[in-house]
């Protein structure tokens, strides 16, 4: 069975049971994500993760990974662009001449090789209400069922953006943390890498978030 057969097994599975409560829109509203493109992402040079926390906003029921492959938008998705060509690469040098110009075309071609998953199905706001969101992760279920997910991908790099403390305290409870030469927090075992950074959104310059991971990439992978 292909994984995104899988996929959809599992969604089906965790809508129709756990009943997820109302957006903030007062709509029942799941969005799937994961797996962009099979083939693609099983050809990459490293299997890469991005856990985010929830999606901001819509009406209905939606599918961030077709986003995700019809190129995306610009925020967010530039800079884990950026990050996936750097960590591609991360035994070279990249110029930041060569990564400062993203285009949807640039988005389509390197993010079909990525996973892309929200700790929370349901959306939210611009901003996170971390009550629903801690809400949302307290309930067993909803947990087993990310762990889930997430053994379907067997990546080799997981980046939390801005998750790292929820996966320590929920997805994989007592995990601990070392720290690289310059501070960002990592966890080592079982041949995957675990890096707890920003969001790709953080108010801090793109190149600045770029070298920052790409760094700490080539010091522990």
């Known amino acids: 069975m292909f994984i ?44 890469i993760l991005y856990l985010l926390k929830e999606v901001n906003g819509g009406d209905k029921d939606w599918d961030l990974r077709e986003f995700i492959r019809g190129g995306g938008q610009a925020y967010t998705w530039n800079n884990i662009t950026r990050w996936t060509k750097g960590i591609f690469r991360y035994s070279e040098e990249l110029n930041w001449s060569s990564l400062e110009e993203i285009n949807e075309d640039s988005r389509k071609e390197t993010l079909k090789h990525i996973i892309a998953i ?14 629903k969101l801690e809400d949302f992760l307290k309930k067993e279920s909803n947990v087993n069922y990310l762990k889930q997910q997430i053994s379907l991908y067997n990546p080799d790099i997981i980046v939390c953006c801005g998750t790292g403390w929820w996966y320590s305290n929920y997805i994989e409870k007592g995990m601990k943390w070392e720290k690289t030469k310059r501070g960002i ?37």
């Open 118 to 131: 929200n700790l929370k199905k349901i959306p939210g706001g611009h901003t996170t209400d971390y009550k």
């Open 4 to 47: 995104r057969e899988l996929e959809e097994k599992l969604f089906d599975e965790w809508q129709e049971k756990e009943k997820l409560e109302y957006n903030i829109e007062n709509k029942k509203i799941f969005v799937r994500d994961g797996l962009v493109d099979e083939e693609s992402y099983f050809k990459a040079p490293v299997k």
């Open 185 to 221: 927090l990592y966890n080592k075992e079982n041949n995957k890498l675990i890096v707890s950074y920003s969001h790709p959104e953080a108010r801090v310059s793109s190149n600045l978030l770029y070298y920052g991971l790409i760094d700490a990439i080539k010091e522990i992978f």
